[in-house]
Nanobody, 115 residues
């Protein structure tokens, strides 16, 4: 059974930082591309950042220079370090994995940035 379990969300003031974690099980984590998406009410889910199995990263323009995606293959965990948070970063953040065995989503974690 595949599980992606996000944690680390919460309420933070503008300018603050949070680190999201995504613990994966049931997948070949080393060979999976991992990503973080976010969604606000009434909006489509949007890509925030992704990291390939080889460690190549890509970011949405809105978060470049502020967010960092990383992975720890020994812990089967992906991370999203979010610095200099803005009110517009408020959203539900979802972890996503893609590998030969399929694509999977986590349940999401709420991030709220107060201004």
């Amino acid at each position: 059974q595949v599980q992606l379990v996000e944690s680390g969300g919460g309420l933070v003031q503008a300018g603050g930082s949070l680190r999201l974690s995504c613990a994966a099980s049931g997948i070949n984590f080393r060979s999976a591309a991992m990503a973080w998406y976010r969604q606000t009410p009434g909006q489509q889910r949007e890509l925030v950042a992704r990291i390939t199995s080889g460690g190549v990263t890509n970011y949405a323009d809105a978060v470049k220079g502020r967010f960092t995606i990383s992975r720890d293959n020994a812990q089967n965990t992906a991370y999203l370090q979010m610095n200099s948070l803005k009110a517009e970063d408020t959203a539900v953040y979802y972890c996503y994995s893609l590998s030969f065995s399929g694509s999977y989503w986590g349940q999401g974690t709420q991030v709220t940035v107060s201004s």
